[in-house]
Structures are given as structure tokens and as C-alpha cells.
């Protein structure tokens, strides 16, 4: 060893006593960078990760190594040293290490001094460094291997020319083997071999911040091979091809035969191997995530799992083919064979392609391929089959890829966020196969179902609610086997102080004959589930039919195994559609983008709150720009909420105008909404807008006068009605927001706490804005160049923070609690205005719908169960599809936040913690802190800078040490 180290230390002062250590390493240097800010635009990502760099990495480490080992056995054959290295006591393998080793140690300080970049992209944003470890250590490895090609091939010539040029031809070819210009040309199996043979195409995976065994080793072996060739061709000089040195030749041979070939096989036996990798990722979004693990784990019957690919496709589809077979496979791994999982070509069977297009409705799909010189369309397959029971989801190109425009036109195809597409689809199935029996399986500690009733002061609209709660909770409690238990109390047959241990215990009182009425009696139906306890909604007029629906609604609710339900209320559809205003098409509310995403994962059910309640069936009320609200129907939010259940309310104040009078950009005022409901619970809806010097930009028409003549064009300007939230301002140790890179709000109104009202509850704020924000003045959104040429808008005052989105989990009060129950006055409406009318229906109407239609409604409950969950979101039209389809046509996806917030929201309202938590692991984009261009300017140049003066300082260290030092010496000397 103290002889390589010598060799390496003799060939580092050669490099650094001559300027051609410099050269080559600020060529390197300086190429890294230029390709970082300028070919791969980094700005104009606007993405903080250092990918750019490392795209570049494969091409520029086969020009450093090619350079400098092009002299390192050519110029010792040149000047005649290669036979006295050769008759020194010094093994060959020592030699050879020690210079390859020194080339390695030139590359490594290559790749150090760039280090810089990296330091200053995690100041200008929130950089993981999983990738760059990644990619640092992938760099070193694929250094490794391109030096050991270039050491070959300098001892195989004395010209350093030739040996560059045979160096870079050499190394270019595992380069390319495995890029697409070749594997486009093949299938998917052959183009799978082709990568795994290429230098450029292992080194993608390596920065993603996924160390893979076979990557590893795959590098390791080429440097191995080729380093036992350089010693092999070494060796050879010094032989003489008689028939005495025939055996010693021969064994050498098959030395390095065997050594190939054990090199082949062992990277052969670990491509099957999957599960041998390291995710250096902050959230490990490349592995199986726990949650994952558990719900497969605990799977009751197998699933099947069952890959549609085509040999033949796409050729930005094919790379990720290996990608989702990995996965896949590792979900059967760790399933521990409760998942089966499968991968067929349907073109090579037409049983399975049959059985996959009309069983499953599974079809090829049509690919444009264009090359070199035709274009042609390719039918293929890339689809996966998720299959439980009878209930099968397929997930499809749409499903699984995300497709983004690069600024030099490229596309960047990767995929979407594969575990989570995955899991929730394995959740859909599961849950839609399952019946009630299986939740009740699920749950080990029981439910029980408690009903709290004075069967002699009950009015007599409810004298036969009694019989029919022990009628259908028997019936239940049998179907259970004694998951379910049925317990009754009856108040007047207790004391007064056990009467009020009961109400303390429940969280109840009783209920009044009327407002003003000192009778009381209680009729309440409870359901405890562990520690929580959730009220269920009674109508005197509910059949068996519907108290079993609402029964099982409340167990779905607290249990696991259905598919939860979103119920969406939205305004009416032609106040929002303009396509509906103009005459042009069927009437569509403008949330259609955003209710398909929530479709993946959910049952959506459009609500009507005109009856003053919220079906039993509903997990989670999304309400949608509310206005225009009547007090029946703030009353069946009101009442949702104190039955536990959770609200998630777009509560923004202004609604973008799209009326055919507004004749420019315009919002108008919300009427008729929450805002005394909201006011009640704690948050005040603030009357403007917020307005931010962080913002995303907009299109905006704007004219201009050129010679005459008033053109318009589309201009992007700092918009600051478009409040881009970034993680500084968000809640960190929230799952809806812990791992979003960016929020923008849109017209959003400031939201105002009252600590008072929310004392006891558990409050966290999601979204603020940043300290420069400030209250726009009027609700004219439109900028105005006339007099504020910057960016239309005057400068604002009384800069600082608001809330912009708060989620809150406790006890509320009923916002009806001191107040005249709003049924009763409707109904009294109702009967005044159309007496005429129902004096007619009376003739018509069955005898028990007149009665019931005379009933008194239920009470109002006038508290919740510290389980009500309660979300407000100050803007509107954040997830419209107005504002979508906007950033859609600039070429943004910004948008994709704005989606995944809302999506998060639903997941946890609905305490999906599982989804929410795969879905915080996902890729997401880590966006830059926003910037102006003299400052983007400054961070290129301080990199430019940095490097040079850091490589300046290594030149001139080394030389100095070379003046210093004595000549080393291989050989100890002997006394």
C-alpha cells in the first residue's frame, strides 16, 4: 500500500507542477457551469436542485478522464521509463493503482471544486440533498470506470493523441450504448439489456438519490475489467512467446477470462435483485413507504398486480418501463405474497390481449414516433391492472406519467408519483369489495350504538322512533357477531345528578318541545367508537331504511374499508360557466378539474342543502364558492359540523366575474355566504384582497401604439393578486402542507382569528403571506399602466403577514344555538304563501306524507364532538378551472400545487392519513426563492468566481508542495 500511495503521489506533483492539471480541470469547470446556467436555463426552471449539472456529467467526465490519463502510460513508452518501472521491485497491480488512484484523486478535486453550486442552490432554495450525494458518489463511480478505459488504452499506444481519441471513442460507446438514439431502435426487453450496459443511462438512476447495488457494482466491474487488461497488456511486454513462458501465458489468459466472466454473471444474478438500494432522498420517495407496507401487509385475500407493457413503444415511455416493474415487484416483496404480481406483452398473446380489452377495457395506445427519416405511429400497451375480487382499477398513460415542456422544447416525461397511484387504487379496490361485516372485522374494538330516549315525554310525532332504533340496531348487532353492541338508557329513571353525569359524559343535554317551551325530552342516538363518540341525525320521519343508512354512514365514517364520500356543493352551474352564459354547451359548474382528481381516490356526491340537512352516506362537506345561501341551508352546514363530521369551505370573498356585462377583468362580491357562520366559529373573512410582492405572474393584454397604430399582445407581469405562498410561509409540521413546494392563491381574502372563540381548539394555520403583503385598497383587479407604468398597481402600504388558509380540529358552538330554528319560519312561509296550493295537494297527497310533512324538525344540536374537523381556504378560485386552464396555456404547471393542496385538505379531513402521507412523499418540485435577474446574475457569476479562485488556490498549493518536497523514491534504500 505505501508503494501506491507513493506512485500517487508522484504522478499528483507531476499534474500540479505543470499547468495541465489547471487546464483541464477549469475546462471541466468551466463547461459544468456554462451547461448549468445557459444550456440547461437554470433560472427559467426555476427548480432548486442541481440535476442540470449532473445531465451534462456523463459526456464531460469521458473528456476529463480521456485527458488526463491520455499521458499516464503513452509518454512512459514515449521517453523510454516504462522499462525501468517495469524492473523496479514493484508489482504491477501497485503501479497500476497508484496512477489510477492519482487520476481518481484529480477527478474527485474536479468534482469538489464545483461543490459551490450546490451550497448556493440550497440558499436560493429548499434543496434535498439526497440527489446531490447521489450524484456526487454516482460521478466518482463513473469516473472510476472511464479512467480505468482510458488507462487501458494509454498503455496500449506511446502517441497521448491517440490515446485521447481511442479514449473518448471507447468510453463514448458504453455512453451511448444506452442512451435513446440507440434504444429507440429497439424493443423494450433488448432496449432494458442496452441500458444496462450504458455508462449514461446507470448514472440517471444514481442521481436520482437511489444508490442501487446493481448500479454499483456495474461500475466497479468496468473498472475492475479493464484496470486486470491493463495490467494483463503490461505483463505482456515483458514476455517472451517461446514454449517455456506458454503456460504462464496461458494462465494469464484465462485469469482475465475468468475474471470477465464472473464479472458478467455476478451483474447477470443481481439484475434480478430490486430491493438491494439506498434512498438518500429527504422523504424517501423511492422506496415503499410504511404506511404502504401495512395496508398490503394486511391484505385479507390476495390482489393481483398485473403490468400491460409492449416491447415496442415510446421512446420516452420506454426508460420508465424498468422503473415500474421494480416497484411493482417490490410491492409483491413486501406483501409477503398477498400480492401477485405479473408482467405480459398482450401482443404476443391473443388470449390475454382479448381478455385485457374487453374484460378490463384495456387498449393500446396510439404513440407518434418520429425517426431520422419517417414518421410512424406505434399501438402499444402501458397499462397496469389492479384486481381484487370482482372490483379492478386500471391505471394508464394519463394515470401514471406527467409530461412537462423544457425550455430548450424538449419534454421532461417522468412519472407522476407512482407509490401513491398504486396504493390508493389497491385502497379503491379493496374498499369497494369489502362489505360492512368487514369493518367491523377491522375495528377489535367494537362499536357500540347508545340510544338516550324518555319513551313517555316523546310528542308524538317521535312515538315511533323508539321501536324503530331497537328494530334496526337489533338487526345490526346480529349481522355484527358482537362487534356492535346496542345499549339503551332511559333518563327519568334517573336522578337529577345522574342525569347531568350522563349529559357531562355524552357531551348532551335535553332537548326543548320548542324554543320558548320548558318541556323537555331526550331522543338522541349516539355511536362510540374507542374514545370518540359521534351524534347521529333523527327525522321523525326516517323509515328503517334510512336509520340503517345513517347507522352505517357513522360506521364508515369511524372505521376503515369504504371508499369515503365527498359531498360537493357548488354555485349554480350557469352563474360560473361562461360556455353555459353564451349559450354554448350544457351548464358546468367550474370546478371540473379539480372534482375529477378528487374522483380518483373518492365517491363525489353533489349536495343540495335546501333541506337543511346533510345525508348520513357523506364523510366530508367541500363547499365551493357558497353564496346565496338561504338560513336552511347554513343550517345543514351548521348541523354536519356539530355531528362531528368535517368542512372544507373555499371561503374568498370575490368571485372572478365572468358574466357577459363584464367587459374587463373584474371580480364581484360574494352575497349571502358564510361569513356570519365562520365569523361565529372563530374566523372572520376579511372585505379586500391580499396583495403580494411575492407573486406568480399573469397574462395580461396589453396595448401598445406603434406608429399609429394600438396593438395588443399578452404580457406576463408581476401580478399581486397571485400570492405565491412558498414552505417559509406554511405549516411545516402540518401533513396537508409539509411537503408542498409552493401554493398560489388567487384573489384571496385574509382571514382574521379570534383567539377567544378558538381557545380549547387544536388551530393550525396552512397558509400565510409573505411579510410584504398588504390589503388592496378596492376590488379593482385590472392594472392600470396609465398610472403606475411598473406593474399596474400602486406600491403597497402597511406591508405584512396574513392568514390565508387555517385548519382547525375541536368542540364548536352551534351558530344557531340562541336563534330561532330557520326551519320553522320556512315552513310558515312556505304554508302562508302557497295555502292555495297545498289545500289542492291535500286531495292528492298520500295521508302519511301530509302528516309527515306537518312534523316538527329535529333540534339543533348545539355542540360538537371534539372530532369535528374544520377547513377555510381565503380564495375561491385558486382550483377553478378558470384559473387552471390559464396557467395550463402559459406552459406553467403551478396549478399541480394548487391541486395537490385542495387534495391534501380531503385527505385529511377525511383522517386518510395513509394517502396523505404517500402523497407528502411524491416528487415535488422545490422551487427557488423568487429573485430579480441582477440577482440571478450575481449567484452565476459569484459560482463562475468561486470555482476559479478555488481551483487558482489548488494549482498553486500543489506546485508549492512539488518545490518543497524531495524526490520521492519507490525503493527504500538499504543500509
Given at each position: 500500500?505505501?508503494?501506491?500511495?507513493?506512485?500517487?503521489?508522484?504522478?499528483?506533483?507531476?499534474?500540479?507542477?505543470?499547468?495541465?492539471?489547471?487546464?483541464?480541470?477549469?475546462?471541466?469547470?468551466?463547461?459544468?457551469?456554462?451547461?448549468?446556467?445557459?444550456?440547461?436555463?437554470?433560472?427559467?426552471?426555476?427548480?432548486?436542485?442541481?440535476?442540470?449539472?449532473?445531465?451534462?456529467?456523463?459526456?464531460?467526465?469521458?473528456?476529463?478522464?480521456?485527458?488526463?490519463?491520455?499521458?499516464?502510460?503513452?509518454?512512459?513508452?514515449?521517453?523510454?521509463?516504462?522499462?525501468?518501472?517495469?524492473?523496479?521491485?514493484?508489482?504491477?497491480?501497485?503501479?497500476?493503482?497508484?496512477?489510477?488512484?492519482?487520476?481518481?484523486?484529480?477527478?474527485?478535486?474536479?468534482?469538489?471544486?464545483?461543490?459551490?453550486?450546490?451550497?448556493?442552490?440550497?440558499?436560493?432554495?429548499?434543496?434535498?440533498?439526497?440527489?446531490?450525494?447521489?450524484?456526487?458518489?454516482?460521478?466518482?463511480?463513473?469516473?472510476?470506470?472511464?479512467?480505468?478505459?482510458?488507462?487501458?488504452?494509454?498503455?496500449?499506444?506511446?502517441?497521448?493523441?491517440?490515446?485521447?481519441?481511442?479514449?473518448?471513442?471507447?468510453?463514448?460507446?458504453?455512453?451511448?450504448?444506452?442512451?435513446?438514439?440507440?434504444?429507440?431502435?429497439?424493443?423494450?426487453?433488448?432496449?432494458?439489456?442496452?441500458?444496462?450496459?450504458?455508462?449514461?443511462?446507470?448514472?440517471?438512476?444514481?442521481?436520482?438519490?437511489?444508490?442501487?447495488?446493481?448500479?454499483?457494482?456495474?461500475?466497479?466491474?468496468?473498472?475492475?475489467?479493464?484496470?486486470?487488461?491493463?495490467?494483463?497488456?503490461?505483463?505482456?511486454?515483458?514476455?517472451?512467446?517461446?514454449?517455456?513462458?506458454?503456460?504462464?501465458?496461458?494462465?494469464?489468459?484465462?485469469?482475465?477470462?475468468?475474471?470477465?466472466?464472473?464479472?458478467?454473471?455476478?451483474?447477470?444474478?443481481?439484475?434480478?435483485?430490486?430491493?438491494?438500494?439506498?434512498?438518500?432522498?429527504?422523504?424517501?420517495?423511492?422506496?415503499?413507504?410504511?404506511?404502504?407496507?401495512?395496508?398490503?401487509?394486511?391484505?385479507p385475500e390476495p390482489l393481483v398486480m398485473r403490468g400491460y407493457f409492449s416491447a415496442k413503444t415510446h421512446p420516452l415511455l420506454s426508460p420508465l418501463v424498468p422503473r415500474i416493474k421494480d416497484l411493482m415487484t417490490e410491492y409483491g416483496i413486501a406483501s409477503r405474497g398477498n400480492i401477485q404480481v405479473s408482467f405480459v406483452d398482450p401482443k404476443l398473446d391473443e388470449q390475454i390481449e382479448t381478455e385485457a380489452n374487453q374484460q378490463y377495457g384495456i387498449k393500446p395506445i396510439p404513440f407518434q414516433v418520429a425517426g431520422r427519416y419517417e414518421a410512424s405511429v406505434v399501438n402499444s400497451y402501458f397499462h397496469i391492472l389492479i384486481k381484487y375480487g370482482d372490483q379492478f382499477v386500471t391505471l394508464g398513460f394519463d394515470d401514471l406519467i406527467e409530461v412537462k415542456p423544457r425550455p430548450d422544447g424538449q419534454l421532461d416525461v417522468s412519472l407522476r408519483n407512482l407509490e401513491y397511484d398504486l396504493t390508493r387504487s389497491i385502497k379503491k379496490v379493496v374498499y369497494g369489495f369489502q362489505s360492512l361485516a368487514t369493518v367491523f372485522d377491522g375495528n377489535p374494538a367494537g362499536y357500540k350504538l347508545i340510544s338516550i330516549i324518555t319513551p313517555r315525554t316523546l310528542p308524538e310525532p317521535f312515538q315511533a322512533m323508539p321501536d324503530t332504533i331497537k328494530k334496526v340496531a337489533g338487526d345490526l348487532e346480529?349481522?355484527?357477531?358482537?362487534?356492535?353492541?346496542?345499549?339503551?338508557?332511559?333518563?327519568?329513571?334517573?336522578?337529577?345528578?345522574?342525569?347531568?353525569?350522563?349529559?357531562?359524559?355524552?357531551?348532551?343535554?335535553?332537548?326543548?318541545?320548542?324554543?320558548?317551551?320548558?318541556?323537555?325530552?331526550?331522543?338522541?342516538?349516539?355511536?362510540?367508537?374507542?374514545?370518540?363518540?359521534?351524534?347521529?341525525?333523527?327525522?321523525?320521519?326516517?323509515?328503517?331504511?334510512?336509520?340503517?343508512?345513517?347507522?352505517?354512514?357513522?360506521?364508515?365514517?369511524?372505521?376503515?374499508?369504504?371508499?369515503?364520500?365527498?359531498?360537493?356543493?357548488?354555485?349554480?352551474?350557469?352563474?360560473?360557466?361562461?360556455?353555459?352564459?353564451?349559450?354554448?354547451?350544457?351548464?358546468?359548474?367550474?370546478?371540473?378539474?379539480?372534482?375529477?382528481?378528487?374522483?380518483?381516490?373518492?365517491?363525489?356526491?353533489?349536495?343540495?342543502?335546501?333541506?337543511?340537512?346533510?345525508?348520513?352516506?357523506?364523510?366530508?362537506?367541500?363547499?365551493?364558492?357558497?353564496?346565496?345561501?338561504?338560513?336552511?341551508?347554513?343550517?345543514?352546514?351548521?348541523?354536519?359540523?356539530?355531528?362531528?363530521?368535517?368542512?372544507?369551505?373555499?371561503?374568498?370573498?370575490?368571485?372572478?366575474?365572468?358574466?357577459?356585462?363584464?367587459?374587463?377583468?373584474?371580480?364581484?362580491?360574494?352575497?349571502?355566504?358564510?361569513?356570519?357562520?365562520?365569523?361565529?366559529?372563530?374566523?372572520?373573512?376579511?372585505?379586500?384582497?391580499?396583495?403580494?410582492?411575492?407573486?406568480?405572474?399573469?397574462?395580461?393584454?396589453?396595448?401598445?401604439?406603434?406608429?399609429?397604430?394600438?396593438?395588443?399582445?399578452?404580457?406576463?407581469?408581476?401580478?399581486?393578486?397571485?400570492?405565491?405562498?412558498?414552505?417559509?410561509?406554511?405549516?411545516?409540521?402540518?401533513?396537508?402542507?409539509?411537503?408542498?413546494?409552493?401554493?398560489?392563491?388567487?384573489?384571496?381574502?385574509?382571514?382574521?382569528?379570534?383567539?377567544?372563540?378558538?381557545?380549547?381548539?387544536?388551530?393550525?394555520?396552512?397558509?400565510?403571506?409573505?411579510?410584504?403583503?398588504?390589503?388592496?385598497?378596492?376590488?379593482?383587479?385590472?392594472?392600470?399602466?396609465?398610472?403606475?407604468?411598473?406593474?399596474?398597481?400602486?406600491?403597497?402600504?402597511?406591508?405584512?403577514?396574513?392568514?390565508?388558509?387555517?385548519?382547525?380540529?375541536?368542540?364548536?358552538?352551534?351558530?344557531?344555538?340562541?336563534?330561532?330554528?330557520?326551519?320553522?319560519?320556512?315552513?310558515?312561509?312556505?304554508?302562508?304563501?302557497?295555502?292555495?296550493?297545498?289545500?289542492?295537494?291535500?286531495?292528492?297527497?298520500?295521508?302519511?306524507?301530509?302528516?309527515?310533512?306537518?312534523?316538527?324538525?329535529?333540534?339543533?344540536?348545539?355542540?360538537?364532538?371534539?372530532?369535528?374537523?374544520?377547513?377555510?381556504?381565503?380564495?375561491?378560485?385558486?382550483?377553478?378551472?378558470?384559473?387552471?386552464?390559464?396557467?395550463?396555456?402559459?406552459?406553467?404547471?403551478?396549478?399541480?400545487?394548487?391541486?395537490?393542496?385542495?387534495?391534501?385538505?380531503?385527505?385529511?379531513?377525511?383522517?386518510?392519513?395513509?394517502?396523505?402521507?404517500?402523497?407528502?412523499?411524491?416528487?415535488?418540485?422545490?422551487?427557488?426563492?423568487?429573485?430579480?435577474?441582477?440577482?440571478?446574475?450575481?449567484?452565476?457569476?459569484?459560482?463562475?468566481?468561486?470555482?476559479?479562485?478555488?481551483?487558482?488556490?489548488?494549482?498553486?498549493?500543489?506546485?508549492?508542495?512539488?518545490?518543497?518536497?524531495?524526490?520521492?523514491?519507490?525503493?527504500?534504500?538499504?543500509?
Amino acid at each position: 500500500m505505501k508503494q501506491i500511495l507513493a506512485i500517487c503521489g508522484k504522478e499528483m506533483k507531476t499534474y500540479f507542477g505543470t499547468p495541465m492539471a489547471a487546464i483541464f480541470i477549469g475546462f471541466f469547470l468551466l463547461c459544468s457551469l456554462f451547461s448549468f446556467f445557459w444550456l440547461e436555463t437554470f433560472f427559467a426552471r426555476n427548480t432548486a436542485d442541481i440535476r442540470p449539472l449532473f445531465n451534462w456529467m456523463p459526456m464531460l467526465m469521458i473528456f476529463l478522464a480521456a485527458a488526463l490519463t491520455m499521458r499516464q502510460w503513452s509518454e512512459e513508452q514515449k521517453i523510454g521509463t516504462l522499462e525501468v518501472l517495469l524492473t523496479l521491485p514493484v508489482r504491477l497491480h501497485q503501479l497500476v493503482l497508484g496512477k489510477f488512484l492519482a487520476v481518481l484523486a484529480l477527478t474527485s478535486c474536479a468534482l469538489l471544486l464545483t461543490i459551490g453550486l450546490p451550497i448556493s442552490v440550497a440558499m436560493m432554495g429548499n434543496m434535498d440533498w439526497g440527489p446531490v450525494i447521489g450524484g456526487y458518489l454516482g460521478g466518482l463511480l463513473m469516473a472510476a470506470a472511464y479512467i480505468s478505459i482510458g488507462l487501458f488504452v494509454s498503455c496500449r499506444t506511446d502517441n497521448q493523441i491517440i490515446s485521447l481519441m481511442l479514449t473518448v471513442l471507447l468510453a463514448g460507446l458504453f455512453f451511448l450504448i444506452g442512451s435513446s438514439g440507440i434504444t429507440d431502435f429497439f424493443g423494450n426487453q433488448a432496449a432494458d439489456f442496452l441500458r444496462n450496459l450504458g455508462t449514461g443511462s446507470r448514472f440517471s438512476s444514481i442521481e436520482r438519490g437511489v444508490i442501487d447495488l446493481r448500479d454499483v457494482f456495474y461500475y466497479l466491474s468496468l473498472a475492475v475489467f479493464f484496470l486486470t487488461l491493463n495490467i494483463y497488456f503490461l505483463d505482456r511486454t515483458r514476455w517472451s512467446f517461446g514454449e517455456n513462458t506458454a503456460g504462464y501465458r496461458r494462465k494469464a489468459a484465462i485469469t482475465v477470462l475468468l475474471i470477465a466472466v464472473n464479472l458478467l454473471a455476478a451483474n447477470i444474478w443481481l439484475s434480478r435483485v430490486s430491493s438491494a438500494r439506498l434512498d438518500l432522498t429527504a422523504q424517501r420517495e423511492y422506496s415503499l413507504s410504511r404506511a404502504t407496507r401495512e395496508i398490503i401487509i394486511n391484505l385479507p385475500e390476495p390482489l393481483v398486480m398485473r403490468g400491460y407493457f409492449s416491447a415496442k413503444t415510446h421512446p420516452l415511455l420506454s426508460p420508465l418501463v424498468p422503473r415500474i416493474k421494480d416497484l411493482m415487484t417490490e410491492y409483491g416483496i413486501a406483501s409477503r405474497g398477498n400480492i401477485q404480481v405479473s408482467f405480459v406483452d398482450p401482443k404476443l398473446d391473443e388470449q390475454i390481449e382479448t381478455e385485457a380489452n374487453q374484460q378490463y377495457g384495456i387498449k393500446p395506445i396510439p404513440f407518434q414516433v418520429a425517426g431520422r427519416y419517417e414518421a410512424s405511429v406505434v399501438n402499444s400497451y402501458f397499462h397496469i391492472l389492479i384486481k381484487y375480487g370482482d372490483q379492478f382499477v386500471t391505471l394508464g398513460f394519463d394515470d401514471l406519467i406527467e409530461v412537462k415542456p423544457r425550455p430548450d422544447g424538449q419534454l421532461d416525461v417522468s412519472l407522476r408519483n407512482l407509490e401513491y397511484d398504486l396504493t390508493r387504487s389497491i385502497k379503491k379496490v379493496v374498499y369497494g369489495f369489502q362489505s360492512l361485516a368487514t369493518v367491523f372485522d377491522g375495528n377489535p374494538a367494537g362499536y357500540k350504538l347508545i340510544s338516550i330516549i324518555t319513551p313517555r315525554t316523546l310528542p308524538e310525532p317521535f312515538q315511533a322512533m323508539p321501536d324503530t332504533i331497537k328494530k334496526v340496531a337489533g338487526d345490526l348487532e346480529q349481522e355484527s357477531g358482537g362487534k356492535l353492541l346496542f345499549e339503551e338508557k332511559d333518563p327519568d329513571g334517573l336522578s337529577a345528578a345522574e342525569q347531568q353525569k350522563m349529559n357531562d359524559q355524552y357531551g348532551i343535554e335535553p332537548i326543548r318541545i320548542s324554543l320558548f317551551a320548558d318541556d323537555t325530552f331526550y331522543l338522541l342516538l349516539l355511536l362510540q367508537t374507542g374514545d370518540n363518540i359521534e351524534r347521529l341525525y333523527l327525522t321523525p320521519d326516517m323509515g328503517e331504511a334510512e336509520l340503517r343508512q345513517e347507522i352505517e354512514g357513522a360506521i364508515k365514517r369511524n372505521g376503515s374499508g369504504f371508499t369515503k364520500t365527498i359531498g360537493v356543493w357548488a354555485p349554480t352551474a350557469g352563474q360560473q360557466s361562461p360556455l353555459a352564459m353564451m349559450g354554448h354547451g350544457e351548464p358546468k359548474d367550474n370546478y371540473q378539474i379539480m372534482e375529477q382528481l378528487l374522483r380518483e381516490n373518492y365517491n363525489l356526491q353533489k349536495v343540495d342543502l335546501g333541506p337543511g340537512r346533510i345525508p348520513g352516506d357523506i364523510d366530508v362537506l367541500l363547499l365551493l364558492a357558497p353564496h346565496d345561501l338561504t338560513d336552511v341551508e347554513r343550517l345543514a352546514v351548521d348541523q354536519y359540523l356539530m355531528q362531528g363530521g368535517a368542512v372544507t369551505v373555499l371561503a374568498g370573498n370575490y368571485l372572478l366575474d365572468m358574466s357577459p356585462e363584464a367587459q374587463s377583468l373584474q371580480v364581484s362580491k360574494v352575497k349571502d355566504g358564510l361569513a356570519g357562520l365562520l365569523s361565529h366559529y372563530g374566523i372572520t373573512v376579511g372585505e379586500s384582497l391580499v396583495m403580494d410582492k411575492q407573486n406568480e405572474p399573469f397574462p395580461i393584454p396589453v396595448s401598445r401604439n406603434i406608429g399609429g397604430m394600438t396593438i395588443q399582445e399578452i404580457q406576463r407581469i408581476d401580478y399581486p393578486f397571485f400570492v405565491d405562498v412558498r414552505p417559509e410561509n406554511m405549516a411545516s409540521d402540518n401533513p396537508i402542507t409539509a411537503s408542498l413546494p409552493a401554493v398560489t392563491m388567487n384573489w384571496v381574502s385574509p382571514l382574521s382569528l379570534d383567539d377567544q372563540k378558538l381557545q380549547g381548539k387544536k388551530v393550525a394555520i396552512l397558509l400565510k403571506s409573505s411579510n410584504e403583503s398588504w390589503l388592496a385598497p378596492s376590488p379593482i383587479i385590472e392594472p392600470d399602466f396609465d398610472h403606475f407604468p411598473g406593474n399596474g398597481f400602486a406600491p403597497g402600504q402597511n406591508l405584512e403577514q396574513y392568514n390565508l388558509a387555517v385548519a382547525i380540529t375541536g368542540d364548536f358552538a352551534s351558530f344557531f344555538q340562541n336563534s330561532p330554528d330557520p326551519r320553522l319560519q320556512q315552513n310558515a312561509n312556505k304554508e302562508k304563501s302557497g295555502h292555495d296550493e297545498s289545500m289542492e295537494e291535500e286531495h292528492t297527497e298520500p295521508e302519511h306524507t301530509q302528516k309527515n310533512r306537518d312534523l316538527p324538525p329535529m333540534p339543533i344540536i348545539n355542540h360538537s364532538p371534539p372530532s369535528a374537523r374544520l377547513v377555510v381556504i381565503g380564495s375561491a378560485e385558486f382550483v377553478s378551472d378558470t384559473v387552471i386552464s390559464m396557467s395550463q396555456g402559459l406552459g406553467a404547471d403551478r396549478f399541480l400545487n394548487s391541486l395537490g393542496f385542495i387534495q391534501n385538505v380531503i385527505d385529511w379531513s377525511v383522517a386518510d392519513e395513509d394517502l396523505l402521507t404517500i402523497r407528502s412523499r411524491g416528487s415535488h418540485a422545490r422551487l427557488l426563492k423568487p429573485m430579480t435577474r441582477q440577482e440571478q446574475t450575481f449567484w452565476e457569476w459569484l459560482n463562475y468566481g468561486v470555482a476559479l479562485a478555488a481551483l487558482a488556490a489548488v494549482s498553486i498549493f500543489g506546485a508549492n508542495r512539488r518545490r518543497k518536497e524531495k524526490p520521492m523514491q519507490l525503493v527504500e534504500e538499504t543500509p
